[in-house]
């Protein structure tokens, strides 16, 4: 028997992965647990429909989502403990976004206006008291001038160790090839004795395919600190200025309304760009100076590029990502709210690794990731399809030395800011934590990370934080302020 599931009159309710059941009455409806009910909105409606084929395809198996649901569920749940259940909810739920300014639009006033129109309020302004009050409060200020001292001055580093020659790197298999090493050095060689084939010789364990693959799962999903034997060092800087020329419209906490899709209404040029409102804490980690050089390493679809335009004070941008057709859609994006590529833009295809050369000031350095809301919601291109293991698995891998190079190729004196969108400490303190460990072992580099927690109080009104992070801070969704998840983290280079 299925169970009648009544629901309050004019709502429209769903199950996950299901037709949306319009209507007061749903019935015939199997539940599981692992189905949710949650409100329907006009765009998830719009979101399944293009995927009916997919399930017909893949009846029987579980949809992408489900997994990457039970994935949170094994390594999120036990990080974020009596947080999970909000967290879990939220990443469910329809995201907020943000409107971003366009102040290259000729009436920017009218547009502002027209935001304010719909019950929005500039969060940039908000966050802008919030710091002066945290200032005052706190008495924070000026902890370590960051022009006036010399860079080396509050660094006492311990020697580097002597590198050994033939010391593998691999990140993913690290702790693995040193138990195996460990077990083979422990066999006792076989005296005096006769062996053949048939003679019992104990190895270890052997592990089957899925055994190994279970082991990589878990050591690219899971951080720990435990290991860490180089001297990391979390420095408090002075809390930098806001770049208040970067204004972005919200509504209010518990408000879950949206902005209407931006039309060229006022002026020539589109007047706002909607996102999720994190992806602009990056740029204010960034504290992107006049004359600074800036290199966006993975710049695409570019709203972070957008953002940092909008401080006004960006002269010299170097876009790069390795995807053609994502550039394509940060070429539009300038098109749009740009009028074209400005001459302080340049635009560049290359794979993230080779930027080597210490050319720019500031440098973010926005990695792919699991990208968490997405794999919750749309079974299209999901990173929990099998055929993507590989590529999910070598995620961290692959940030970590997306990183490597985004520090390499900062001048010294310079900053750099790494950003994700999953809640993953794998992917997050995780990655922090294995880049610092190579390049303390592995190159000349001196480099820092600068304490962002002036943050939390400045974007309390408008975010949640986590507290329990190591090096960088995480913005976690929650149901009244659904923005995120965002992990950022500054690292300054020294020499
Ligand atoms: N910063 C972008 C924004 O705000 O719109 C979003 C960046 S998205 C999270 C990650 C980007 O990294 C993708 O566009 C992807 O094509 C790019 N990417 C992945 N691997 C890369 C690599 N090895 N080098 C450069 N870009 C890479």
Known sequence: MFPVIFLPPGKCFHLKMRIPVPGTIATSIKCSSSYILRPCQQ???????????????????????????????????PVFKNLWPSIRISLLTTSKYCALLNNYNSESDKVENYLKDFGAYNAMEEAASARKKYLEKENKQILIENSSLPLDSFLDFPKRPQKKEDENDEYNNESFDETEEEAVDKIEPVVGKNTSLHDFIPTKKVFSEKELLQQQIVSTSTFSDSTVDVPIKVIQEQVPELPNSMKFFVYPKGDVSNFPNPKMKHGDLLGYYLLDATSLLPVVALDIQERDSVLDLCAAPGGKTLAMLQTLQTENITCNDESWTRLGRLRDIAKWYLGGVPSSMSVSRNDGKHFVDPLYDKVLVDVPCNTDRHVLISEDNNLFKPG?????????????DLLIAGIQSCKPGGTIVYSTCTLSPAQNDGVIQATMEHLWKETEIDSVVIDLSYLRPIFASIFSFFPETKYGQLVIPSLSSNFGPMYICKIKRIR
């Open 388 to 400: 993507r293991v590989d590529e999910r698995l070598n995620l961290p891998s692959r940030q970590r």
């Open 43 to 77: 765009t998830d409606y719009i979101q399944r429909r293009g995927y009916k084929k997919k399930w017909a395809k893949n009846e029987g198996s579980k949809p992408y989502t489900v997994h990457a649901l039970n994935h949170m569920e094994t390594f999120y749940k």
